[in-house]
């Protein structure tokens, strides 16, 4: 087995083993933070406005899936957990849970026309994130948004922490920011929120959109 493909098995056994506990956590994880809120709401208004299906990419028990569902959205999940993926299944069974990794997705090139990953590339490896981006944007028809969610570094450079899961990395938003251009995509705005009374980083959210490959712009909408 390939380190890269160990670190994924590793990943998902980490998730298998806490799917209740996780999924009871973030339960209503969403209902008190408004900003995190508006930005979800930011992205589900391009989207809309884009057309495409929607997918989210790690979305554990699929809590933010059946949130962007009832802003409207076409979409559906994907987790590298069988059992996170079972979780969601049960839990929001009027939508469609598959698993994959977001590295290989099992997706048409230029097949959607959002991305939602939230705080799921965060176990990445760092040396490993800008493929995670390339397929992305495999993914994206041009003009396709991306929202990105992260622990941000506060002014450090990039960090591994002890996630109650699994190993962690904490980004500075300009280097996220910075991966993201590489593989194509284009700023549209940034979100820096300090950690409330039980979170113990900044988050970090970036939202962005695909450009045309064919002469380097962005698509609008």
Do not use: Q
């Not at 002890?162 to 993201?180: G, I, Q």
Request: with cysteine; glycine share 10%.
């Amino acid at each position: 087995m390939t380190e890269r493909r160990a670190h994924l098995r590793a990943t998902s056994d980490a998730y298998d083993a806490v799917v209740a506990l996780y999924a009871d956590l973030a339960r209503s994880w969403l209902d008190g933070v408004p900003l995190d809120r508006s930005v979800i709401a930011a992205f589900a208004d391009l989207a809309r406005a884009g057309g495409g299906p929607v997918a989210e990419l790690g979305c554990g028990p699929g809590y933010v899936t059946a949130h962007l569902r009832d802003l409207g959205l076409d979409v559906f999940g994907v987790d590298l957990s069988p059992g996170m993926v079972d979780f969601a299944r049960a839990a929001h069974p009027g939508l469609r849970f598959r698993i994959g990794s977001m590295d290989a997705l099992d997706l048409a090139d230029g097949a959607l026309g959002g991305i939602v990953s939230w705080y799921s590339v965060i176990h990445a490896p760092p040396a490993e994130l800008p493929a995670y981006f390339a397929e992305f944007r495999r993914v994206l028809a041009p003009g396709g948004n991306l929202l990105l969610a992260f622990f941000e570094a506060e002014g450090g450079p990039v960090t591994a922490f002890d996630h109650k899961v699994t190993t962690a990395y904490r980004w500075p938003v300009d280097d996220l920011a910075e991966l993201a251009r590489e593989a194509g995509f284009t700023e549209i705005g940034r979100m820096l929120r300090e950690p409330g009374s039980e979170e113990r980083f900044r988050r970090g959210h970036l939202l962005m959109r695909a450009e045309d490959p064919r002469t380097g712009e962005r698509t609008r909408a």
